[in-house]
């Protein structure tokens, strides 16, 4: 578990049924933009916005459609212990190669009720588990010697931290020295140079589902610590999320630019699951104009020597 990973879009009808040839679209063209995994039901995904139908659809169908090119990651997150086993067994059943799993949210728990919880699921799974650190959006985040006691667990394998916290990120890549085999990713994309240089091992990128070919050569160029390509990369990630992750003071400004940018490229319709809404009409208009210079400066940049 190396690398750019997208935690896919989960494309949508106007009825919130799965929109089968859009995910198509959008699988072929991140596995052609050289992603090394996919992830799906995670946040971008919004997974705690579907209906379990199409939650087991999108498993199915993703890990179908992808056949084994790259591994397919699988949210199990829900509040309930026993429907997150049942994503398990879906994920399992349909070939995919992990499960992904935040904290329960709405109840109040402690770390030691966390730790509990988290080995009990991994005893469970048939599938290596990943914890998914998202403090924002679970109420909890699990704290550093939690994710220590939880890597000792032989089939949890890994953590994706989305808390934007870089010294949380520097403290699990110190006190995880001893196991380089535990996969470390991180979930904002703006902070990828950072956390690699730290020792993380890639990200999970939601602006890889538009232009996945800008985050794989950045990864690349991290890795092989080409600074003139990392910096002229970096900016452009940078100004990508300036632009169609921030227009407006909507606190879901970041899904509503996401998907509607993969309209503008025919790669969805844009629509989003309550209570969640798209852009308005003129909302859109604006951020089109914003989207059209994102995508010509992204390919102006990929153009470029060595890119």
């Known amino acids: 578990m190396r690398g750019i990973i997208p935690p896919l879009i989960t ?32 946040t971008t995904g919004e997974f705690s916005s579907l ?144 956390t690699m240089n730290k020792g993380g091992h890639g990200g999970v990128t939601g602006g890889a589902n538009l232009f996945p070919e800008l985050y794989v050569k950045l990864y690349e160029a991290i890795l092989a610590k080409d600074s003139d390509r990392i910096e002229a990369l970096q900016v452009t990630v940078l100004f990508l999320s300036q632009n169609l992750y921030n227009h407006g003071t909507y606190k879901s400004n970041y899904l509503k630019g996401l998907k509607a940018s993969m309209a503008f490229s025919g790669l969805c319709k844009g629509i989003l699951a309550l209570p969640l809404c798209a852009y308005s009409i003129e909302e859109k208009e604006s951020l089109r104009k914003k989207f059209d210079v994102v995508e010509a400066r992204i390919k102006s940049v990929l153009k470029e020597p060595g890119n």
């Open 51 to 194: 209906s379990p139908e199409v939650k087991n659809e999108l498993i199915s169908m993703t890990c179908a459609k992808v056949d084994g090119r790259v591994p397919v990651l699988v949210g199990i997150t829900v509040c309930s212990f026993n429907e997150s086993l049942k994503l398990a067994v879906k994920a399992k059943d349909s070939g995919a190669r992990a499960v992904v799993a935040a904290p329960p949210f709405y109840m109040n728990i402690d770390q030691k009720e966390l730790i509990n919880y988290y080995q009990k699921l991994a005893d469970r799974v048939e599938l290596p588990l990943l914890l998914y650190n998202m403090p924002s959006h679970t109420g909890i985040s699990i704290d550093i010697n939690s994710v220590k006691i939880l890597s000792d667990h032989p089939n949890i394998i890994g953590i994706k931290d989305s808390s934007g916290d870089l010294k949380y990120f520097e403290s699990l890549i110190d006190l995880l020295d001893e196991k380089p085999n535990f996969t470390i990713l991180v979930g904002p994309e703006e902070i990828l140079v950072q």
């Open 11 to 42: 494309p949508l009808n106007e009825d919130f049924t799965l929109d089968y040839p859009s995910l198509i679209k959008t699988i072929d063209r991140v596995i052609s933009g050289g992603v090394h995994g996919i992830f799906i039901l995670g």
